[in-house]
């Protein structure tokens, strides 16, 4: 009986591990998951999800089985026997007292950087990466999708082209394998993207290369498979409706909006997406599908994203089609375009121009809202523009699609609404939303610098650009760390708001802060940073 048993074991692990290989916690682990999130044995519901069974997933859930019903059953003892746990702490790098903050960034790399990962990890939530790669630092111990950008633009003013490279690699070798970047490297990240940065990513890497053109052609494919999996359903799309990250309005134009292909709560924030859609008086699965999409935003979560403005449980995501997305979406037709001339299709060179055209005219006639004066989200049942005045009015700038005259607007607007003190704030909205004031954010503050720049508003640039440095760099030398955001509207105290405490590291704040320093040198007091030779 005890060798049967033992086959049995044995059998059961090889029939886990080909099965499992990416799939998630929660069908990995069924009433456990959901037992240990809803009870929360852990305060994040991100520690059990990135947390790595001893034995295979199968036995785990026998041993549950067996003990879960036997008096004085202990279920947080129980997991710290069966899973390796590791908790989220903050990053151990500090600064020496006196090192200035270029040196300390260069420093950080380092301790960002993780190598290549195990591709036999048994049963980890990892999804495993070919070369090097930097994560945001804190709780977010893997790669993140649109993080990444901002990410490599310090790293490549560190000198760090290399690592920068990887990184890329890294996101061509994910579409390669899912279709898709996933949100990050996680199994339970798979069923959504984030912002679609790639192409962005692409063309950094080009510009410092000796022969751009072969840059665009070796990312080609990578580039080709991601637009394909944001088209997805485009060409079969009836007026009036929308499927998965496409939406097409009344009068045929295509756009799109994001979305997530689960409709279940997000298994990294289980018990408070449980909460969340309780509190609704919606579908319970609509509530988790537009959840799960403003986690896709990156601006997870703001009033942005609300129908009242403030209850969370009224998030709308997939009702929206979103300026910042297709700006990103324009970029990557424009990109596309580039590579197909210099792989020498001009054919395909010129569909992919014409859809671009197309997506400027969609963007310039539905998402320019001239009430407020910038552009905005669109309601695309509703057919009207959402009149929130966001950060993301700043993305078709940023991307070059903006008209001059709404250019202006939209700097009127920004001088008078979101320049506050510590640099730009999200929106105008104070909330207990992350993604609201008095937040603000790093790449929020990159968009704005560079895009009201590209159109002649040199002076509000700088004025951004100085008043976020001074913020940043302030903090840095009361505290000695880079975090994740930044209070603006009081620099002199800390971000806050969200389902999580502040986070150090920080990837995109290191990236952002290094970009603008080499920028402009001076505009921070006492600060020279200079950017660095190629290693």
């Keep these: 009986m005890k060798i049967r048993v033992i086959v049995g074991l044995i059998a059961l692990v090889i029939a886990t591990a080909a099965a499992g290989q990416d799939k998630t916690p929660s069908q990995l682990y069924g009433q456990l998951f959901e037992d240990v999130q809803m009870q929360g044995v852990f ?249 799960r999409a403003g986690a896709e935003t990156g601006w997870d979560f703001s009033s942005r994203w609300l129908a009242d403005g403030k209850t969370l449980a009224t998030i709308r995501t997939t009702a929206l089609v979103p300026v910042d997305l297709n700006s990103l979406l324009f970029h990557l037709e424009t990109t596309l375009a580039k590579a197909y001339a210099f792989s020498h299709d001009a054919d395909t060179a010129a569909e992919l121009s014409a859809h671009a055209a197309l997506r400027k005219a969609a963007i310039l006639r539905y998402l320019w809202d001239p009430a407020s004066g910038v552009y905005t989200d669109y309601l695309w049942r509703e057919g009207m523009p959402s009149g929130k005045v966001t950060a993301a009015t700043l993305y078709p700038l940023f991307f070059g699609l903006a008209t001059k005259s709404h250019a202006d607007r939209v700097a009127t607007v920004v001088q008078a609404q979101l320049l506050k003190a510590g640099g730009l704030v999200t929106t105008t909205v104070e909330s207990d939303e992350q993604w609201d004031a008095p937040n603000g954010w790093a790449p929020l503050q990159w968009i704005a610098v560079k895009g009201l720049a590209d159109y002649g508003e040199s002076d509000l640039s700088r004025t951004i650009a100085s008043r976020w440095m001074n913020n940043v760099v302030a903090a840095y030398r009361r505290t000695g760390k880079l975090m994740e955001k930044y209070n603006v509207v009081d620099p002199s105290q800390a971000g806050g708001g969200g389902e999580y405490p502040g986070q150090d590291g920080f990837g995109w704040t290191n990236g952002v802060l290094r970009k603008m320093l080499v920028l402009d040198r001076g505009a921070v007091a006492g600060v020279r940073c200079a950017r660095e030779a190629a290693e």
């Excluded at 997933?57 to 279920?75: C, H, K, N």
């Excluded at 195990?118 to 649109?146: C, H, Q, T």
């Excluded at 790293?155 to 394998?177: K, T, Y």
């Excluded at 939406?247 to 997406?273: A, F, H, Q």
Aim: proline fraction near 8%.
């Design 43 to 291: 305060p994040d519901g991100k520690t059990f999800v990135d947390a790595v069974p001893r034995d295979a997933p199968a036995i785990v859930m026998q041993r549950y089985a067996a003990e879960r019903g036997t008096p004085g059953f202990d279920l947080a003892a129980f997991v710290q026997r069966n899973f390796s746990v590791q908790r989220p702490k903050e990053t151990a790098y500090r600064s020496t007292p006196g090192e200035d903050v270029c040196t300390h960034i260069d420093n950080l790399w380092r301790v960002l950087e993780r190598k290549p990962d195990d591709a036999g990890a048994a049963y980890s939530s990892l999804l495993p990466l070919p070369r090097p790669y930097v994560v945001p630092g804190g709780r977010f111990n893997e790669i993140y999708y649109w993080d990444s950008y901002f990410t490599t633009l310090g790293l490549d003013e560190s000198g760090q082209h290399d690592l920068a490279l990887s990184m890329v690699d890294n996101f061509a070798s994910l579409i390669d394998r899912y279709g898709h970047i996933p949100n990050g490297n996680r199994t339970y990240y798979l069923s959504r993207s984030q912002p679609p940065f790639f192409a962005s990513m692409v063309e950094l890497i080009a510009a410092d290369s000796r022969d751009p053109a072969s840059v665009y052609v070796t990312f080609l494919p990578a580039l080709s498979k991601e637009y394909a999996f944001w088209m997805e359903g485009a060409d079969t799309l009836e007026p009036g409706n929308a499927h998965r990250r496409v939406v097409r309005l009344k009068d045929g134009t295509l756009l799109n909006r994001y979305w997530d292909d689960r409709d279940s709560p997000r298994e990294e924030s289980y018990r408070e997406d449980v909460a969340t859609a309780r509190a609704s008086n919606r579908p319970a699965t609509e509530v988790y599908r537009d959840l």
